[in-house]
């Protein structure tokens, strides 16, 4: 509940504007809202890179103090964001990215090593879908049914998460550290030096890359899905209802919590870890499947919005849940979650950022629906062939032993 409440919290400070349209408005040519997502994202990929030595170098007593630091200085941006005349203010969203980036690390290094983590990360993970569905609808409420500028909604929006994010930030403090039963199983988790996080790198190169290109992909889909979302309703006939957004991701939500937690069944870390690169495949063979559908005309939209979105949150959480976690659990590694993941969000995001600016080249008026369609069939098509070449892959190499004593026995 800490660590769930936390992040949704943050989200109210991070993807309120996306709730706007910005209708009418470019930028050198360039739609107003393109600019601003890109303008974040960007700040967000470069916070995700500093996140690969702050995060994993982070000690545990300033992690509660960092996540706050960090949402103030994103909230300030935002005022700052209402305050600076358009176009000029797309600045601020690049400056209120910078420190959220990190935020969700910060929160992940209470989590993992545990032998409920997979529990604990689904729950977290869903609070970044859900949040973005409840955000979108309290900013459309606040534009709707308030009149408040599409400008100062964003500023507004996170006022009214500051409270439960301070009481959500003092529970996830109280969060003990994993019990010796918990180290047995999942191993240490440490903080990594420079030398230490290139070293696991080399040592792990070829399964690595293939699993990084695999979340760049799911990321760069997922982010479009979120971003225009809006968009892609409307493409749809839908959006003019603002709870809408929180109706489809809470459906989402609640799919794959539930199929993303139920890897700690699997005490195996080589099982578990193979298992969750199947899970991988199949959320993108539901993604396919979608597709087609639609294209004939056999799916309603809400249907279609809720399945995709089902198949494309399945791959991304299991990273955050199960892949790295018994990756680093069944080689015995002595490193930590928050390295392994920021270096998968920093390229994630990167990528994100360049097929961003490609299609503003490409055409400045572009149809979301056909373009995240188009879109989703290839970044589907290509993470499912590379998933079963990790699995196969991993299924020669991965190491078999498991700690020395698997029965589940109490805590000491």
């Known amino acids: 509940m800490a660590a769930f409440g936390t992040y949704f919290c943050m989200y109210a400070f991070r993807k309120p504007f996306s709730a706007a349209t910005f209708e009418g408005m470019e930028l050198a040519g360039i739609g107003f809202k393109t600019v601003l997502i890109t303008s974040q994202v960007i700040g967000y990929t470069l916070s995700k890179f500093i996140g690969i030595k702050y995060v994993s170098e982070v000690s545990p007593s300033k992690r509660a103090i960092s996540i706050l630091v960090l949402i103030s200085m994103a909230e300030l941006f935002l005022l700052l964001f209402g305050l600076v005349p358009a176009p000029y203010n797309f600045v601020m969203l690049f400056l209120n990215g910078l420190p959220l980036g990190m935020v969700f690390g910060l929160v992940l290094r209470y989590l993992e090593g545990r032998r409920m983590t997979e529990a604990l990360s689904a729950g977290l993970c869903a609070s970044f879908i859900v949040s973005s569905g409840v955000v979108k609808s309290v900013g459309r409420s606040l534009i709707q049914d308030y009149g408040i500028s599409e400008f100062w909604m964003p500023f507004l929006t996170g006022l009214i998460f500051v409270i439960p994010l301070l009481l959500f930030v003092w529970m996830l403090n109280q969060i003990p550290p994993p019990s010796k039963t918990d180290v047995e199983h999942r191993t240490e988790r440490v903080s990594m030096s420079h030398h230490q996080r290139m070293d696991f790198f080399r040592r792990h190169f ?12 799911i990321t760069i889909m997922r982010s479009i899905r979120d971003d225009f979302g809006v968009e892609i309703w409307q493409g749809l006939g839908e959006g003019d209802e603002p709870s809408i957004f929180a109706k489809s991701e809470m459906l989402v939500m609640l799919g794959v919590v539930v199929l993303n937690g139920a890897a700690i069944q699997i005490r195996s870390n080589r099982a578990a870890f193979i298992m969750s690169l199947a899970l991988v495949a ?16 056999a799916m309603p939209a809400f249907s279609f919005m809720v399945l995709v979105g089902f198949g494309a949150y399945v791959p991304y959480v299991a990273y955050h849940t199960t ?3 018994r990756l680093i659990a069944a080689f015995r590694e002595k490193a930590n979650l928050g390295y392994l993941m920021y270096l998968a969000d920093a390229f994630g995001y990167l990528g994100y950022v360049a097929i961003m600016i490609f299609r503003s080249w490409l055409t400045p008026e572009i149809d979301f629906l056909r373009f995240f369609i188009i879109t989703s069939y290839v970044i589907a098509a290509t993470c499912i062939a590379i998933s079963i070449g990790l699995a196969v892959y991993y299924y020669r190499f991965l190491p078999d032993s498991e700690p020395s004593s698997l029965a589940m026995k109490g805590d000491s």
């Open 206 to 217: 070829v399964g690595l890359f293939g699993l990084l290109i695999v979340f760049v992909l």
């Open 282 to 297: 199949a959320g993108f063979l539901l993604v396919i499947g979608c597709l087609m559908a639609h294209g004939r005309g």
């Open 323 to 325: 892949v790295f976690e």
